[in-house]
């Protein structure tokens, strides 16, 4: 019999701690796809970061190293540097990359750190409980803004590739979402991309990821689907921001 | 003519890393450490390495953590207020096990302080830096020949140990210029890295290199583990200098470039009968309290000289346990104590043992 | 028998130069030496010294509280380190730009106009080397050809020009 679905080899066989609705399982999938598929667990060195994926370290079938809140860019650039030849990723939520780790991020991207990044974003901290992130909406209603993001007092939520694609050593910014079947499509091209720019040595790739968190969010899996769609795509439109490819094309 | 090359003390290091094949350097610049770094951004591309500036401590700590999680012999360096911004990372490493070194060329503080030498560090040094019940193997060279010598020893302890060492310098020795001899370094037995992040090759099981343990069971048992190895360095890598100790009544206890100016103080007591010795320190963790402890027997008082407001003198109380009492003589905010300054001292000293 | 020399002016002088080149010389020919400067945003235009210590046996503190031999060569270090000089030592004064005698009896003194004999023989930025010449004469610490080849060491054949400014820099001072 013909197998039609089947665990990437390098997803790990083991049970994910996300909660049920979350879509950082449909990410990690996509991720190992894109491992197994350019035949590259071997050389592959990911970076775990802090936050709900604090374990993804548990996930993935390569080599794993966990780093402090926000330094994952800068961990992927010590094993980089010293391994040139080696795949590594980070993989990153917002508050890790767009808060405590935003010196991190920029000057690794920069620099043109020829590493990849996976960055979830689903606009609060899951791990902790659901407090306002960097990238949490205006208005939205976090534990730690109860009457919601107000810009006067919790200033205004940052645009992350946006702000990246400013920067020269960036080869791809893109962001992506996984809330439909074709989007979750478009997402893994871009992950691929993304890996594929590091076999080709062409610098800094970061993968923004919209995310659902229905429990912090308080809503089921398919309305938080709903949501994200409704609030977070205006605000953080889907879309490659940069992409050297597509320039030298031009 | 000899082979000795006159250096500075930050260049010291920096030769001395490469020599032992540290090929691999991140940093940020501060005073009065920089030579360090630009020695590296000079000499590292020419053995094939690499001298990185990072945006800040934090990011070249963490940059020092991937090179070491992935195999690499790595040194980082700063100067104190750079340490305390790099102690978040030494956590990760000690709880990680990585082996690294990490050089303080301490100056003045607390805050931005000044930028004159002081050993105001020791506590932090000592005390493990950073969170978490943890250690750090600290070295504190005299010269600029140690700064070498103990450069290279700091990493094969680091490798064989599996954790951080530091080299604790100050501004004077980082900045001072002596003859290094690079030939006569002792080099120790390395074991191999079978758990280092560097691609599996398909070859064997998945190495993660973590220090998150949820379950605070495992958790505790991870660090007894590490414990019993600092169990092991405690009792065998303790060292120090002993200098006209055998007959003294009065001993001072100084590491750094202040054991050498208590030696000079010293050697003029000597010449006015005093019987006065020094205990040096080398390593002050593991503190070398055996060596302390038995002079304690026959000496009659303690003198901890050092430039902070005595931190190091803890350490000696608890090592002479009430044998003698414990004095201290220190200067701060950079101030470096002079050998007349310390004479006065031993000369009190002398006097209120003779009443 | 132990020697400690300290050198002062403003940066941009070869204060420490004049120290390396001390420092050097006396470890080619096996001694123990240490070499130790002021640093930081002083040194840039400010005062610059640095301590040389060269011994025989194994040298304690490396900073000088009294030298042997002192080279001011300026009016600032002039004022803050005569009075430290060790009795019986010596003390070279650039007289060009130090207009003070010393009413010290007890030590040996120098002028020598080094900026002004620099400048008369078209090797203006050559005083500290001229001043290491009149150390050289009037201490004996190092036999003057070998010293010479020492100071030249560390200069490329390529800079044919720079070679001789140094070596009529050091006669100057030795002979004056």
């Known amino acids: 019999m013909k197998t039609v679905f089947d665990r990437p080899h390098a997803l790990s066989d083991v049970p994910l701690h996300y909660c049920p609705g979350c879509t950082h399982g449909i990410i990690h999938r996509l991720v190992a796809e894109v491992i197994d ?62 808060a405590i780790g935003t010196a991190e991020t920029v000057h690794a991207a920069t620099r043109g750190e020829n590493i990849t990044i996976i960055f979830v974003n689903n606009a609060i901290y899951g791990m902790t409980g659901g407090q306002m992130a960097p990238t949490t909406l205006l208005g939205q209603v976090t534990t730690t803004s109860p009457y919601g993001r107000d810009k006067a007092i919790q200033g205004n939520p940052i645009r992350v590739c946006e702000m990246l694609s400013t920067l020269d050593g960036v080869a791809l910014a893109s962001r992506v979402s996984v809330d439909t079947p074709k989007n979750i499509i478009a997402a ?63 | 003519m000899s082979n000795k090359v006159l250096m500075k003390g930050t260049e010291a290091i920096a030769q001395a890393a490469i020599e032992c094949g540290c090929k691999y350097y991140f940093g940020y610049p501060i005073t009065p450490q ?322 | 028998m132990t020697t400690s020399i300290l050198f002062s002016g403003f940066g941009g002088q070869g204060i420490l130069f004049s120290g390396k080149a001390m420092a050097k010389s006396a470890m080619y020919e096996g001694k123990q030496v240490s070499w130790l400067p002021s640093y930081g945003p002083e040194m840039r235009g400010g005062a610059a010294n640095c301590s040389v210590i060269i011994s025989d046996e194994e040298i304690g503190a490396p900073i000088i509280s009294n030298p042997d031999v002192l080279v001011a060569m300026n009016l600032p270090s002039y004022d803050k380190f005569e009075p430290t000089v060790k009795a019986d030592g010596l003390m070279i004064v650039d007289s060009s730009l130090v207009n003070k005698k010393s009413e010290r009896d007890d030590i040996k003194v120098c002028y020598i106009p080094a900026t002004a004999l620099a400048s008369e023989n078209g090797i203006d930025g050559m005083a500290n080397v001229i001043v290491l010449g009149q150390i050289l004469k009037l201490t004996g610490m190092f036999d003057y050809d070998t010293f010479l080849s020492y100071l030249l060491k560390g200069i490329p054949e390529s800079k044919a020009a720079l070679i001789e400014k140094n070596k009529k820099a050091l006669k100057l001072g030795y002979d004056f």
């Open chain 1, 37 to 98: 598929e350019l035949g590259i667990e071997g050389q592959t060195i990911g970076v775990a970061s802090v936050g709900c994926s604090v374990f993804s370290y548990n996930y993935f079938e390569c080599d794993m190293v966990q780093a402090a809140h926000g330094r994952a860019p800068a961990v992927a650039t010590g094993i980089k540097r010293t391994h040139p030849d080696s795949f590594v990723f980070t993989y990153q939520g917002d508050g890790d990359l767009a």
């Open chain 1, 188 to 250: 893994k091209k871009q992950i691929k991309k993304a890996f594929e720019n590091q076999r080709d040595k062409k610098g800094f790739s970061i993968v923004e990821v919209l995310s659902t968190c229905p429990t912090n969010w308080g809503m089921s899996p398919e309305k938080s689907l709903e949501w994200l769609r409704e609030n977070m795509m205006p605000q953080y439109p889907l879309g490659t921001y940069k992409d050297i490819d597509a320039k030298e094309a031009e």
């Open chain 2, 34 to 355: 920089t030579e360090l770094s630009e020695y590296m951004a000079k000499k590292l591309p020419k053995v094939g390495g690499l001298c990185l500036q990072a945006e800040s401590e934090v990011a070249a700590i963490n940059m020092t953590l991937g090179a070491a999680a992935a195999g690499t012999r790595v040194i980082t360096s700063s100067s104190s207020p750079g340490i305390s911004l790099k102690s978040e990372g030494i956590s990760y490493m000690a709880g990680c096990d990585l082996p690294c070194v990490i050089v303080n060329v301490q100056r003045g503080g607390p805050g931005l302080g000044g930028i004159q030498p002081s050993q105001q560090d020791y506590y932090q040094a000592t005390r493990g830096v950073g969170h978490g019940d943890l250690r750090l193997l600290v070295l504190a060279p005299s010269s600029v020949q140690e700064m070498a010598q103990l450069t290279v020893e700091a990493f094969d302890m680091a490798d064989i140990y599996r954790m951080p060492a530091m080299i604790l310098a100050d501004g004077a020795l980082g900045q001072m210029m002596e003859p290094v001899d690079f030939d006569s370094i002792p080099r120790r037995d390395i074991p191999e890295k079978p758990w280092a992040a560097c691609g599996h090759n398909n070859e064997r099981k998945k190495n993660i290199v973590n220090s998150l343990y949820i379950d605070p069971q495992v958790l505790e048992n991870v660090v007894d583990e590490r414990y019993k190895r600092y169990d092991v360095i405690e009792e065998t890598e303790a060292r120090c200098e002993e200098y006209l100790c055998e007959d003294a009544d009065i001993v001072l206890v100084s590491f750094g470039i202040t054991a050498r100016i208590c030696k000079t103080a010293i050697k003029a007591a000597r010449e006015e009968g005093i019987k006065v010795g020094l205990i040096r320190p080398i390593t002050l963790w593991p503190f070398p309290k055996k060596n302390i402890a038995a002079i304690a027997e026959n000496a009659k008082v303690f003198l901890s000289v050092e430039m902070s407001k005595g931190q190091m003198i803890d350490d000696v109380r608890l090592a002479v346990n009430g044998k003698a009492p414990v004095h201290f003589y220190g200067r701060t905010g950079g101030m470096i104590p002079t050998p007349e300054a310390v004479l006065e001292n031993i000369k009190k000293l002398a006097e209120e043992i003779n009443a």
